[in-house]
């Protein structure tokens, strides 16, 4: 080649990539580089070891390889970040021309052919294309030598293995028509093993005979072109006993296009599909119970919404109906407004337990229509001390799923921001178009390039280490304090999103947050009774001082009507910095607290312990329309404290302001 020196390095086991030969290098400078790590170093071999490469950059080529012909003249042009990026070893000991060319089987980059020399212009492109071709040639030869080696360490293990896989082997001599089983063939078929007397027909008899006609076409077709096929098909053993095999064969072809030889290997995947059919049960059986967690996770959500309108509805409503007579017009259409209230109110009850079987079904939509439909659910679900940051996309691309289990993504999501956020921060949701590159596929499994919808949940929590990161997708598993999750959130959202045909990937540091990326296809397509007793006259009623802390107005003034109307004496907040300062003015004894859990700021729990000092003898009384635990969540029920659920009645709330005040 005309150079000063040459050398060969394959990358091994434990991804270092030593000189298997070298020539002209120097002892030290062996020493020096064999060590290199694709893990660790930064090197331009281990670009090239890689395929990290650019052939748009003058110093690459299309066929993967680096090659320079002024090493000390090019680094004058760079800056001294751009030259930490690798470690310039061969201009460092004197090398002015350097190459390195992949040693590569198609895509397969098995090492690299290292050429050197002191002086400039020694490797032109002309040069390295010859290399490349080079490369190939000794790519083959390498991973041919490396299989035989392979084989040989693997011949003593072979029968074990098969057993172990229930896999056997039978091949067909064609030329002689003989016929050889491996032993394990035998054990599959249920036959005693033995030396001869088998040939193609007795392969034949022993398939079932509805598969029969499917793998005879496989075989003749594998026999006329040399085509590699795989099929599944049932055998029957001797005693009746039907197994499920899974096939793989080929036919060795002559220099004429005959085959000579037939090779194929079967396994027994009898328990697999056993397996695989109750699979199909138990991942049912999981959509159905992340469904019913995720109903009563948006149950709550919406609770405290939905509840206030049935609440203040009912009040104002019983109300007017201690106001009016039997017999007035008006009573009858009030009586009619109080039991539509409680049957909107009921519906909230009945998400807590409502579950029924629903079908996929795959449509073509737009994914800010459906983030903007849940914006108001997503705000009450995560509660009032997240703030929530929509980023949509103008112009954003279609994408084909179930839009029903596209929510139960995104609610999920949310929903395991905000636990990771217990004191408050912000979750973004965000949309974008992508293109997905080949250099983008590379490092990420299973991702064919294209065009995608993304959308991102970040949240600014506690974040993941990497143990539970990597654990994070795995169904049942939690990182949750016992009875507060079943773990099957996330994994229910892989599923979804692979069943959609898209991918997911997580990037979290510890404290550093946590954020969910989800591709989506893009597609290029145009885009559907129950009784209640009235209130009654004579409701329990009291003079003593009670504070009313609630950040929903309408919620407030009924609250404050109906105790006023009792004659006890009321002072209103709508929060708990407005509740401080009214204490201050007030000066007197206050006697119960009755406050909201939920509220923007302060919440209810921490109004309470800041009032309980300065009242000692003060009873709370809590409400709220988020579910058990939502209120768990806040520090309430844990304490046994007084609890009251909205929406509730006039008659409700009057009783249970009298029972507190009582004990």
């Known amino acids: ?54 052939p748009k950059l003058p110093f690459y080529t299309e066929g993967g390889s680096f090659y320079m012909n002024g090493t000390t003249r090019f680094l004058s042009t760079v800056s001294e970040k751009e030259k930490g990026q690798t470690r310039n070893v061969c201009n460092q000991v004197g090398y002015e021309s350097v190459a390195l060319i992949p040693v590569r089987l198609k895509s397969q980059i098995l090492g690299l052919i290292h050429v050197a020399d002191p002086r400039e212009n020694i490797v032109p492109l002309k040069k390295v294309e010859v290399l490349e071709k080079a490369g190939l040639q000794l790519g083959t030869v390498l991973l041919r030598r490396q299989a035989e080696e392979k084989v040989r360490k693997s011949e003593a293990s072979l029968a074990e293995a098969q057993h172990i896989a229930h896999l056997g082997s039978w091949e067909w001599d064609l030329i002689n028509n003989n016929v050889y089983w491996s032993n394990e063939l035998f054990e ?14 007795s392969v034949l008899d022993f398939i079932h005979p509805e598969d029969r006609e499917l793998v005879q076409k496989r075989v003749s077709e594998a026999l006329q072109k040399g085509k590699y096929y795989h099929v599944e098909y049932r055998i029957v053993c001797p005693d009746g006993t039907e197994r499920i095999v899974h096939a793989q064969g080929n036919a060795h072809l002559n220099g004429d296009g005959k085959p000579t030889k037939f090779v194929e290997t079967v396994q027994d995947i009898t328990v697999h599909k056993q397996a695989e059919k ?20 948006l149950a709550g959500g919406i609770a405290h919404d939905f509840n206030n309108l049935p609440t203040v509805i009912k009040g104002c409503s019983q109300l007017s109906l201690l106001e009016l007579k039997e017999g007035d017009p008006v009573r009858e259409n009030t009586v009619e407004i109080n039991e539509a209230a409680e049957r909107a ?82 979750l973004t949701i965000e949309t ?5 590159d080949e250099e983008y596929t590379h490092t990420h ?76 296809p893009r597609v290029y397509e145009a885009t559907e009774e129950r009784e209640e007793k009235l209130v009654k006259e004579e409701l329990p009623s009291g003079s003593e001082t009670i504070l009313v802390v609630e950040d929903e107005e309408k919620v407030r003034k009924l609250i404050v009507q109906v105790l006023k109307r009792q004659g006890y004496s009321i002072l209103e907040a709508p929060h708990g910095d407005d509740a401080l300062l009214v204490c201050n003015q007030h000066g007197g004894l206050i006697h119960l607290l009755v406050t909201d859990v939920v509220m923007p700021g302060m919440s209810g729990s921490e109004v309470a312990r800041r009032l309980a000092s300065r009242y ?33 009645t006039m008659e409700g709330l009057a009783t249970k302001v009298r029972q507190v005040l009582d004990r």
Request: charged share 25%; with cysteine.
């Open 1 to 54: 080649m005309g150079c000063a020196a040459v050398g060969i390095r394959i990358l091994d086991d434990q991804d270092n990539i030593p000189y298997k030969f070298y020539d002209g290098f120097s002892r030290s400078f062996y020493e020096l580089e064999s060590p290199l790590s694709i893990k660790s170093d930064k090197c331009m071999c281990i670009n090239v070891i890689k395929g990290e490469i650019d």
């Open 188 to 201: 599959i078929f249920g036959l005693p093993v033995k030396d001869s007397g088998l040939d193609y027909k």
């Open 278 to 297: 109750e699979m199909e049960v138990l991942q049912e059986q999981l959509r159905q119970s992340q469904k019913m967690e995720a109903i009563g996770r």
């Open 345 to 426: 109110a009921d519906l909230t009850r009945q998400l807590l337990t409502f579950s029924r079987r629903q079908v996929i079904e795959m449509k073509v939509f737009d994914l800010n229509a459906i983030l903007e439909n849940l914006d108001k659910v997503l705000r009450r679900v995560i509660a009032e001390d997240i703030v929530l940051l929509t980023l949509l996309k103008e112009d954003l691309g279609m994408v084909r799923a179930d839009p029903g289990q596209i929510e139960q993504v995104i609610m999920n999501l949310a929903i395991n921001a905000r636990d990771a956020m217990p004191s408050g921060g912000k």
């Open 432 to 436: 974008a178009n992508m293109e997905l």
């Open 445 to 520: 499994m299973a991702v064919k390039p294209g065009q995608y919808v993304m959308f991102s949940v970040s949240d600014t929590g506690y974040g993941m280490s990497p143990e539970v990161k990597s654990r994070i997708f795995e169904p049942f598993f939690t990182t949750k304090e016992k009875g507060k999750g079943t773990g099957l959130g996330l994994s229910t959202v892989y599923g979804i999103v692979k069943q959609s045909e898209g991918h997911i990937w997580v990037y979290s540091e510890p404290e550093q947050g946590t954020a969910f990326k989800i591709y989506l």
């Open 616 to 648: 000692p003898k003060m009873k709370v009384l809590y409400t709220s329309g988020y579910t058990d635990n939502a209120i768990v969540h806040y520090g309430v029920l844990q304490k046994k404290a007084n609890y009251i659920q909205k929406p509730f």
